[in-house]
């Protein structure tokens, strides 16, 4: 003992300060604190102002597509052009084409307009016409096949006008692009604005962006997302009826039954290994498995939530093993102690304990694949779909679909300048059902949370 | 040193429950219980005394086989009750446990409620026929843990809402509820106060009337007072085992004495 006093370096006693003066190295380190927080917050602060651009941006431009322009006048359903026969035979109402509706429509609008005194002065009648949207014959066609009682009356209606129309309202198109522009003319917007004095033309809460289905470029106003949202909800109940079965069992097998061998060990490793994997690879082999080995139909929901499915079991077997390892391990003992197996262990004291965690795993995990985009592209669902998948009890899986965040990508990808508001507007819609989800999980979490 | 406990061991008359005969524990390479040989006697509390690591909680997990949830642990040698190999082939260990309770050095009440925690037991291992039944075996197990007067208000609120001296007799309560043969003790009053401790010391004292209750502990204080048998453990091996009288006033060996009178460990 004495040999270390003697010949080790000399301790320094510490300086006996009046603890009221911070000294040079308490102030060093309460700096560094300073700094460190500094720098939390800033993180925090910039990432926030991202998140609020980025909602700005969306829905700045999306909120519009919600609205639409419409033009009402009175319609009358001529009998004589529509059910020349006089029988309301369905057979018969069929063979009146939209062309015939598209007459019948322009020539109400053109009576309405005279009635009304609407100068249509530099405009043919064809122009005249043209600022109805070409949807709107083949939409007024379906609900008087749907309701042949309708023929011979005169009704109100409310049909699009064109997407430069539409524009026009919105401030998109002004004189000067009208100009340039082959598909509107000035004259146009002027019998437009007179339009809207009068009270014709208006914008309006449109349901039919929610409840359409797609359209093409010429009629950017008539596209909707309906069968965008039915393929995202197939999809989404086919992923949960697959991945939370198939996560579950996994998970427990894994983390309570399982040898732990090299085997064992191995297929942990590839487990997060897959959850790593790009999502556009898990297309491909959806593609090549599902489309091309076992001939399942392409666009289809089923085959979407199938790739999906494949994509999301990793991250769902990564959050439920979480989940089950935080379970206290004197939950297992006590339940082994008293002599239940090890089923009635984990399926009666730890398995209620983790539904929580595995629940909210869950969750954000599908809400995760409710945004994936890139293996969709890959099976078809980018396809232009005009017809909504049946009903799920009706095979409707296995209908052509599209999903919401595949609309977001193939609006964004087209020409028309008017898809932009209607791109921003399927990202809004997005957002909702991301929020929903989110909003469950939370619920869940509190509901089954034990705090005893 | 063996050849000494077994002649003690031999003298008593009374017949053993469990017997234990060369017993070897490993974990991986490390050889945690070397040649153990014991008899722990029926209807009697026996201590298990020895310094930190010294394998008397390990050689407590081997008689109701919870060591089998460790992989690594590896058990020889022969422990048998009444006879019975607990280590033979057919053995299950759910089944030998049920035979066999144990209490756990932390209070670790299920997160249900008192009823849950006492009924479950009985209600896997289908001991009662109906609710009638259950009730029934609900009130005589938390009566015995003299629990029964504190808690009968309150049957349904959670276990874990219980003090830890209060949990520590809910989880002897649920232990006996399945009627086991032997109770074992790992540690049971090392989270609880004073109070708590004495609590349950008498009862383990009123347990004894109806089981062979092993019971490991730190205090030789309390192993003198609710024991009759006492087992010294050292560094894996079984240094003696003697009458808890005996063990205290006349060690056989010097290490005894040395641990018992606080020179050692």
């Given at each position: 003992?004495?040999d270390?006093?003697?010949?080790?370096?000399a301790?320094?006693?510490?300086?006996?300060?009046s603890?009221?003066?911070?000294?040079?190295?308490?102030?060093k380190r309460?700096?560094a604190?300073?700094?460190?927080?500094?720098?939390?917050?800033?993180?925090?602060?910039?990432?926030?102002?991202?998140?609020?651009?980025?909602?700005?941006?969306?829905?700045?431009?999306?909120?519009?597509?919600?609205?639409?322009?419409?033009?009402?006048?009175?319609?009358?359903l001529?009998?004589?052009?529509l059910?020349?026969q006089?029988?309301?035979?369905p057979?018969?109402?069929?063979?009146?084409?939209?062309?015939?509706?598209?007459?019948?429509?322009?020539?109400?609008?053109r009576a309405?307009?005279?009635?009304?005194?609407?100068?249509?002065?530099?405009?043919?009648?064809?122009?005249?016409?043209?600022?109805?949207?070409?949807?709107?014959?083949?939409?007024?066609?379906?609900?008087?096949?749907?309701?042949?009682?309708?023929?011979?009356?005169?009704?109100?209606?409310?049909?699009?006008?064109t997407?430069?129309?539409?524009?026009?309202?919105?401030?998109?198109?002004t004189?000067?692009?009208?100009?340039?522009?082959?598909?509107?003319?000035?004259?146009?917007?002027?019998?437009?604005?007179r339009?809207?004095?009068?009270?014709?033309?208006?914008?309006?809460?449109?349901?039919?962006f929610?409840?359409?289905?797609?359209?093409?470029d010429?009629?950017?106003?008539?596209?909707?997302?309906?069968?965008?949202?039915?393929?995202?909800?197939?999809?989404?109940?086919?992923v949960?009826?697959?991945?939370?079965?198939?996560?579950?069992?996994?998970?427990?097998?894994?983390?309570?039954?399982?040898?732990?061998?090299?085997?064992?060990?191995?297929?942990?490793v590839n487990?997060?290994n897959?959850?790593?994997v790009?999502?556009?690879?898990?297309?491909?082999?959806?593609?090549?498995?599902?489309?091309?080995?076992?001939?399942?139909?392409?666009?289809?929901?089923?085959?979407?939530?199938l790739?999906?499915?494949?994509?999301?079991?990793?991250?769902?077997?990564?959050?439920?093993?979480?989940?089950?390892r935080?379970?206290?391990?004197?939950?297992?003992?006590?339940?082994?102690?008293v002599?239940?197996?090890?089923?009635?262990?984990?399926f009666?004291?730890?398995l209620?304990l983790?539904?929580?965690?595995?629940?909210?795993?869950?969750?954000l995990?599908?809400?995760?694949?409710?945004?994936?985009?890139?293996?969709?592209?890959?099976?078809?669902?980018?396809a232009?779909?005009?017809?909504?998948?049946?009903?799920?009890l009706?095979?409707?899986?296995?209908?052509?679909?599209t999903a919401l965040p595949?609309?977001?990508?193939?609006?964004?990808?087209r020409?028309?300048?008017a898809?932009?508001?209607?791109?921003?507007?399927?990202?809004?819609?997005?957002?909702?059902?991301?929020?929903v989800?989110?909003?469950?999980?939370?619920?869940l979490?509190?509901?089954?949370?034990?705090?005893? | 040193?063996n050849?000494?406990s077994?002649?003690?061991?031999?003298?008593?008359t009374?017949?053993?429950?469990?017997t234990?005969?060369?017993?070897?524990?490993?974990?991986?390479?490390?050889?945690?219980?070397?040649?153990v040989?014991v008899?722990?006697l029926?209807?009697?509390?026996?201590?298990?005394?020895?310094?930190?690591?010294?394998?008397?909680?390990?050689?407590?997990?081997?008689?109701?086989?919870?060591?089998?949830?460790?992989s690594?642990?590896?058990?020889?040698?022969?422990?048998?009750?009444?006879?019975e190999?607990?280590?033979?082939?057919?053995?299950?260990?759910?089944?030998?446990r049920?035979?066999?309770?144990?209490?756990?050095?932390?209070?670790n009440?299920?997160?249900?409620?008192?009823?849950?925690?006492?009924?479950?037991?009985?209600?896997?291992?289908?001991?009662?026929?109906?609710?009638a039944?259950?009730?029934?075996?609900?009130?005589?197990?938390?009566?015995?843990?003299?629990?029964?007067?504190?808690?009968?208000?309150?049957?349904?609120?959670?276990?874990?809402?219980?003090?830890?001296?209060?949990?520590?007799?809910?989880?002897?309560?649920?232990?006996?509820a399945?009627?086991?043969?032997?109770?074992?003790?790992?540690?049971?009053?090392s989270?609880?106060?004073?109070?708590?401790?004495?609590?349950v010391?008498e009862?383990?004292?009123?347990?004894?009337?109806?089981?062979?209750?092993?019971?490991?502990?730190?205090?030789?204080q309390?192993?003198?007072r609710?024991?009759?048998?006492?087992?010294?453990?050292?560094?894996?091996?079984?240094?003696?085992?003697?009458?808890t009288?005996?063990?205290f006033?006349?060690?056989?060996h010097?290490?005894?004495?040395?641990?018992?009178?606080?020179?050692?460990?």
């Open positions: 003992m004495s270390i006093i003697a010949t080790g370096a301790v320094p006693a510490r300086p006996k300060n603890i009221l003066v911070e000294d040079k190295l308490m102030k309460n700096a604190e300073a700094r460190f927080k500094a720098y939390g917050i800033a993180a925090i602060a910039i990432s926030l102002a991202t998140l609020a651009i980025m909602l700005w941006t969306i829905f700045s431009d999306g909120v519009s597509a919600f609205r639409q322009a419409t033009l009402t006048f009175p319609v009358t001529d009998a004589a052009k059910d020349p006089g029988a309301r035979n057979a018969d109402l069929v063979k009146v084409t939209t062309v015939g509706y598209g007459t019948l429509l322009t020539t109400a609008f309405h307009l005279q009635e009304k005194g609407v100068s249509t002065e530099g405009l043919d009648d064809k122009a005249v016409g043209d600022m109805i949207s070409k949807a709107a014959p083949a939409q007024l066609r379906d609900s008087v096949l749907a309701n042949p009682s309708l023929i011979g009356t005169t009704k109100d209606i409310s049909v699009y006008a997407g430069r129309i539409d524009g026009f309202l919105k401030g998109r198109v004189m000067q692009t009208a100009e340039r522009d082959a598909n509107v003319s000035p004259e146009q917007l002027q019998l437009a604005d339009l809207r004095e009068a009270g014709i033309l208006k914008l309006q809460f449109n349901s039919g929610l409840t359409n289905t797609d359209a093409s010429q009629r950017p106003e008539a596209s909707g997302l309906g069968v965008a949202i039915i393929g995202s909800l197939y999809m989404m109940a086919l949960a009826l697959m991945v939370l079965p198939v996560g579950v069992a996994a998970s427990i097998y894994l983390e309570e039954f399982a040898p732990k061998n090299r085997f064992t060990d191995l297929i942990e487990i997060s897959l959850a790593a790009p999502s556009i690879v898990f297309g491909i082999l959806g593609l090549a498995i599902f489309i091309n080995f076992a001939g399942l139909p392409q666009s289809s929901s089923l085959v979407g939530a790739v999906i499915t494949l994509m999301t079991l990793p991250t769902i077997i990564i959050a439920t093993r979480a989940a089950l935080a379970v206290p391990p004197s939950i297992r003992d006590a339940a082994l102690g002599g239940a197996s090890k089923m009635q262990t984990v009666h004291h730890v209620p983790a539904a929580p965690g595995i629940l909210t795993g869950t969750i995990g599908l809400a995760s694949a409710l945004g994936e985009t890139a293996p969709l592209l890959l099976i078809g669902m980018v232009f779909v005009a017809n909504y998948p049946a009903g799920p009706e095979g409707g899986v296995m209908d052509p679909a595949v609309q977001v990508y193939s609006w964004a990808a020409s028309d300048p898809f932009i508001e209607r791109s921003s507007g399927a990202i809004i819609v997005l957002l909702f059902f991301l929020v989800m989110n909003a469950i999980a939370i619920l979490r509190r509901r089954f949370e034990r705090r005893w | 040193m050849d000494m077994t002649a003690e061991i031999a003298a008593t009374a017949p053993a429950k469990i234990a005969r060369n017993v070897q524990v490993y974990y991986g390479a490390t050889h945690a219980i070397k040649n040989s008899d722990i029926d209807k009697a509390v026996t201590a298990f005394i020895g310094p930190s690591g010294c394998g008397k909680s390990t050689f407590l997990r081997c008689i109701n086989r919870m060591n089998d949830t460790i690594v642990c590896r058990v020889e040698g022969k422990i048998e009750i009444e006879g190999d607990i280590y033979d082939r057919r053995v299950d260990p759910v089944q030998l049920a035979k066999v309770g144990m209490v756990f050095q932390k209070p009440p299920f997160p249900k409620s008192i009823y849950d925690n006492v009924a479950y037991g009985p209600k896997i291992h289908g001991l009662t026929r109906n609710k039944e259950l009730d029934e075996v609900v009130e005589t197990s938390l009566k015995k843990a003299a629990l029964w007067n504190e808690v009968k208000d309150r049957l349904a609120s959670p276990g874990t809402g219980l003090s830890g001296g209060q949990q520590q007799r809910l989880c002897i309560a649920r232990a006996i399945t009627h086991p043969e032997v109770l074992l003790m790992d540690e049971p009053c989270a609880l106060d004073p109070i708590a401790t004495a609590q010391e009862l383990i004292d009123e347990l004894r009337s109806q089981f062979s209750v092993v019971i490991v502990t730190h205090s030789m309390q192993a003198a609710v024991s009759q048998r006492t087992a010294m453990f050292h560094l894996g091996e079984l240094v003696e085992i003697d009458a009288e005996t063990i006033t006349n060690p056989s010097k290490k005894t004495q040395d641990y018992i009178t606080g020179r050692y460990g």
